[in-house]
């Protein structure tokens, strides 16, 4: 079955890095679009970034251009974020999302905890 699971989230100071991962199986990744989603306390869903199956094409929502860089490794079954120069509002519950019928998997998440 279809799995995504991410890990590399924490705790950092501002102004730090993070690098995320997210897992794949189940699934060919290189015949999908995959997302970074995230959920900060108490807000909605916000989509982060996207990437194109062969990571010809990268997306991002304004706030991280420039700080957020998304990859992936189709060989690996892996997507990744790096995430720089992390901000107080940043800190959410990052998610891995397949892009196939609509964004039809998604992964558990993982933390990302901006503070001094």
């Known amino acids: 079955q279809v799995q995504l699971v991410e890990s590399g989230g924490g705790l950092v100071q501002p102004g730090g890095s993070l690098t995320l991962s997210c897992t794949t199986s189940?699934?060919?990744?290189?015949?999908?679009?995959m997302y970074w989603v995230r959920q900060a306390p108490g807000k909605g869903l916000e989509w982060v970034s996207r990437?194109?199956?062969?990571?010809?094409?990268?997306y991002y929502v304004d706030s991280v251009k420039g700080r957020f860089t998304i990859l992936r490794d189709n060989a690996k079954n892996t997507l990744y974020l790096q995430m720089n120069s992390l901000k107080p509002g940043d800190m959410a519950l990052y998610y891995c999302?397949?892009?196939?019928?609509?964004?039809?998997?998604w992964g558990k998440g993982t933390l990302v905890t901006v503070s001094s």
């Open positions: 999302v397949r892009s196939g019928a609509g964004m039809d998997y």
């Open positions: 189940g699934f060919t990744l290189s015949m999908y679009w």
């Open positions: 990437i194109s199956p062969g990571a010809e094409s990268t």
